[in-house]
T-cell receptor, first 115, second 109 residues
Framework: DTEVTQTPKHLVMGMTNKKSLKCEQHMGHRAMYWYKQKAKKPPELMFVYSYEKLSINESVPSRFSPECPNSSLLNLHLHALQPEDSALYLC??????????????FGPGTRLTVT | GQSLEQPSEVTAVEGAIVQINCTYQTSGFYGLSWYQQHDGGAPTFLSYNALDGLEETGRFSSFLSRSDSYGYLLLQELQMKDSASYFCAVNNQGGKLIFGQGTELSVKP
């Protein structure tokens, strides 16, 4: 199974809402990533988890809060977002964080709209 | 700093060969990856070069010259389904993939 799943596929939320994005993989990968992607732009790294510990936070605003409950699951908690946070949020995984992180498996993404 | 450059758009006809170039500047370089992303889809891994030379995977090949900080993706026997965005990405010692801005390939009949 080389699939990364993400839920929900689409999410519309107001600026005062709290919601969560979920990501799951069963490939035994020990590194998991959150990316944000705007239209016609490359994926932009937000967070990296390695062996369930947060190892990289790319200076992401605190209204985005990641969580890794176990080696297969990754969540992104959203609170008090701004309209400019509307984007495709991609989860990815790789075998680990080191040299083998060149091959990342991406989920289909959650298309988020903040109203 | 770290940067990658690739052309923003390329157009080619079915059956042709197209080359997408990528130049990069980075520290702690491990290798260069290529990803394909169809409209509305997720990026999918195509190829990786850690050492100089050519890697071939079916109709796709990728080349790296570490001394020139340069690589390319070569797509042969183009098909309509190859229309997509192609990203080069540097894999570095920080444990991150740093993506280029992407090249939008349009394949015409």
């Amino acid at each position: 199974d080389t699939e990364v799943t993400q839920t929900p596929k689409h999410l519309v939320m107001g600026m005062t809402n709290k919601k969560s994005l979920k990501c799951e993989q069963h490939m035994g990968h020990r590194a998991m990533y959150w990316y944000k992607q705007k239209a016609k732009k490359p994926p932009e790294l937000m967070f990296v988890y390695s062996y369930e510990k947060l190892s990289i936070n790319e200076s992401v605003p605190s209204r985005f809060s990641p969580e890794c409950p176990n080696s297969s699951l990754l969540n992104l908690h959203l609170h008090a977002l701004q309209p400019e946070d509307s984007a495709l949020y991609l989860c990815a995984s790789s075998q680990d964080r080191g040299p083998s992180s060149y091959e990342q498996y991406f989920g289909p993404g959650t298309r988020l709209t903040v109203t | 700093g770290q940067s990658l450059e690739q052309p923003s758009e390329v157009t080619a006809v079915e059956g042709a060969i197209v080359q997408i170039n990528c130049t990069y500047q980075t520290s702690g370089f491990y290798g260069l990856s290529w990803y394909q992303q169809h409209d509305g889809g997720a990026p999918t891994f195509l190829s990786y070069n850690a050492l100089d030379g050519l890697e071939e995977t079916g109709r796709f090949s990728s080349f790296l010259s570490r001394s020139d900080s340069y690589g390319y993706l070569l797509l042969q026997e183009l098909q309509m389904k190859d229309s997509a965005s192609y990203f080069c990405a540097v894999n570095n010692q920080g444990g991150k993939l740093i993506f280029g801005q992407g090249t939008e390939l349009s394949v015409k009949p």
